[in-house]
């Protein structure tokens, strides 16, 4: 399907686009993009032959359940988290996953990091998000930097390259640059205010990345959040030849209905 833009630079509709439109809740963005990171050519290639490093989060639990089948409650695959009510996540965590090979192998994640090699994957999510900049940002609560800083030498110039999983229910407006350097100045706390520490070159993959690579179809969110369980949750409109629309309604068919994560 070719697509051509209008005047304005807009991406135009083509004769015979179908147009479909759907709403995920947060639970449901993070399992599609999850699938399309299954698909994604660089994880295919990496699962026959390298390392992929998977960091702790709640994005990347759905990411880890779809790459190595991870049998283990919402929770323990998680470091921070922000809630409005306090969150019982206790017990023991599971630490960083090492894929070899296609293959789960027990590796502390400092030796894992210094293993990889040109092309290997990390995958990192976020707390924040500028789509429109390319921007993904995580907030720390340590002074160090946490996971974020530790990994960076190994892929903001290092060998490695870095995936962002994270939804659209992360975007914001706003440079992340100048909310970081707030964040992370002097600044007297009052309370628990976390730093903020922006990925340096990673590759941003949203539901849109997601959906892409599924059908060769054109996406935009026509919608943000909602009620009744779809507070946070993003809609989308989708289009392109009926057959191209027809894999993605048969994709999202397949993921509705996904709990929330705890």
């Known amino acids: 399907m070719e697509t051509k833009a209008n005047e304005s630079g807009n991406i135009a509709v083509n004769p015979g ?59 323990k695959f998680v470091t921070g988290n922000i809630s409005n009510d306090t969150v019982s996540m206790s017990g023991e965590k599971i630490s960083e996953i090492v894929i070899i090979d296609g293959k789960q192998v027990e590796m502390p994640f400092k030796d894992a990091l210094a293993a990889l090699k040109e092309g290997d994957l990390i995958f990192k999510g976020g707390n924040l998000l500028n789509y429109e900049r390319k921007q993904a940002a995580v907030t720390i609560g340590s ?13 903001a110039g290092g060998p490695a390259h870095l995936i962002v999983p994270i939804g659209l229910e992360k975007e914001i407006g706003g440079d992340l640059s100048d909310y970081a350097k707030i964040l992370t100045s002097n600044i007297q ?5 976390p730093r903020l520490i922006i990925h340096q070159n990673g590759e941003i993959f949203t539901e849109i990345e997601a959906i892409k690579l599924f059908g060769n179809v054109n996406v935009i969110p026509f919608a943000a ?13 989708v289009y392109g030849a009926p057959q191209e629309v027809e894999k993605i309604k048969t994709l999202i068919a397949s993921i509705k209905g996904e709990p929330a994560f705890l």
Not at 51 to 57: K, P, S, T, W
Not at 145 to 154: H, W
Not at 225 to 237: H, K, L, R, T, V
Request: glycine share 14%; no cysteine; aromatic share 4%.
């Open 17 to 75: 686009d179908v147009v479909t439109g759907f709403s995920l809740t947060v639970a449901e963005s993070k399992r599609l993009i999850a699938k399309g990171i299954k698909q994604h050519p660089m994880v295919q290639e990496k699962l026959k032959s390298g390392m992929i490093v998977i960091a702790r989060g709640s994005t990347n639990t759905y990411v880890a359940e779809e790459l190595i089948d991870l049998q283990a409650p919402h929770g």
């Open 225 to 237: 959040g909602g009620i009744a369980g779809n507070e946070g949750g993003i809609s989308f409109a």
């Open 189 to 193: 706390r009052d309370g628990v205010v």
């Open 143 to 155: 002074e160090d930097g946490g996971t974020v800083r530790r990994l960076q030498p190994y892929s």
